[in-house]
């Protein structure tokens, strides 16, 4: 649904429109994260981790916004499939945390569409909006 079709300036159309978009880039990224062994909900953890290599859990759980149970399900996840480990309070990638970056961009890049738009054409448009919406 376009904003244009909601009263003029709406913020929970705004609102509504990404959390919709968000959910469409989950559900079309599951199947190929599966292929990994990733949950979606994992594989942003491993996306935090590939920008700050070694934060502590706190850190990875506040930077999502997630309690900290979910966030420690999550680290439990990753270190099981050997692409993280516990060194003290901290996360660091292992080499195959590492590797699964270009795996899974190469594979969400290639496999993830939506409304025939690529999945890196999408991302760069949110980053547009990122940064108008910056403070």
């Not at 309690?67 to 990638?93: D, F, K, M, T």
């Not at 590797?99 to 025939?116: G, I, K, P, Q, T």
Request: no cysteine.
């Amino acid at each position: 649904m376009l904003l244009s079709s909601y009263p003029a300036r709406s913020d929970a159309a705004l609102s509504l429109a990404l959390y919709r978009a968000a959910r469409r880039v989950e559900a079309a990224s599951a199947p190929v994260l599966a292929a990994l062994g990733l949950e979606y909900e994992a594989y942003l953890v491993l996306a935090q981790l590939w920008a700050a290599d070694g934060a502590t859990e706190g850190r990875l759980g506040a930077t999502l916004g997630i309690s900290s149970a979910s966030e420690r399900s999550r680290v439990n996840s990753l270190v099981a499939h050997s692409y993280a480990e516990r060194q003290g309070a901290r996360i660091w990638l292992t080499d195959d945390g590492h590797r699964a970056r270009a795996v899974a961009s190469r594979a969400l890049d290639r496999d993830v569409v939506l409304d025939d738009v690529p999945l890196a054409h999408t991302r760069h448009l949110l980053d547009q909006l990122a940064e108008t919406l910056a403070p």
